[in-house]
T-cell receptor, first 115, second 116 residues
């Protein structure tokens, strides 16, 4: 089935540890995004990438890093520099041409809890 | 810069009653508007979108929304809600119809609570 796979679904980490969230897609979409969701705050953009080996910071990039070595994959690393990393993280994709005008497609999310 | 305001953080409604979830946006250029639904611990699913043409847009699950340019609004409506409509609803805006990589700007969400 075509879609976006995020893993792990739930993740616990100790303070001071880096953690990497995986996002894989087989929709053949060019653009990929990471959003952070906190209760009552909506979704805020962390990073996005339009093509392989290129990515741009979003509104809240501090304490995060990404890579885009393959079109299908856009992993997010939450570093120890992120002061409040406990949140729900959502990966999304967008086709830059074709019928799905401007629509973002979302994965099921990863919930990170810092102990 | 663009922004989205969802005026109600929570809307309780009795089952089979009508509902309207309000969304206002601000932008100095033409925009494209979206409504998404999120069930607990899941990703977001597109309900409907407005890109151009008719201002009344019909979506999945019996929802519809009307684009009002003069009032900069895109309110979501359903004539009769069901228990299964209990979820978080997000309004989102983009200045890009699809050719660019800019993401969407989201409102803070409205929690729709259906009471039996």
């Amino acid at each position: 089935d075509g879609g976006i796979t995020q893993s792990p679904k739930y993740l616990f980490r100790k303070e001071g540890q880096n953690v990497t969230l995986s996002c894989e897609q087989n929709l053949n979409h060019d653009a990929m995004y990471w959003y952070r969701q906190d209760p009552g705050q909506g979704l805020r953009l962390i990073y996005y990438s339009q093509i392989v080996n290129d990515f741009q910071k979003g509104d809240i990039a501090e304490g995060y890093s990404v890579s885009r070595e393959k079109k299908e994959s856009f992993p997010l690393t939450v570093t120890s520099a992120q002061k409040n990393p406990t949140a729900f993280y959502l990966c999304a994709t967008k086709a830059l041409a074709g019928a799905a005008h401007g629509e973002l497609f979302f994965g099921e999310g990863s919930r990170l809890t810092v102990l | 810069a663009q922004s989205v305001t969802q005026l109600d953080s929570q809307v309780p409604v009795f089952e089979e009653a009508p509902v309207e979830l309000r969304c206002n946006y601000s932008s100095s250029v033409s925009v494209y508007l979206f409504w998404y639904v999120q069930y607990p611990n899941q990703g977001l699913q597109l309900l409907l979108k407005y890109l151009s043409g008719s201002t009344l847009v019909k979506g999945i699950n019996g929802f519809e929304a009307e684009f009002n340019k003069s009032q900069t609004s895109f309110h979501l409506r359903k004539p009769s809600v069901h228990i299964s409509d209990t979820a978080e609803y997000f309004c989102a805006v983009s200045q890009d119809s699809g050719g660019g990589a800019d993401g969407l700007t989201f409102g803070k969400g409205t929690h729709l609570i259906i009471q039996p």
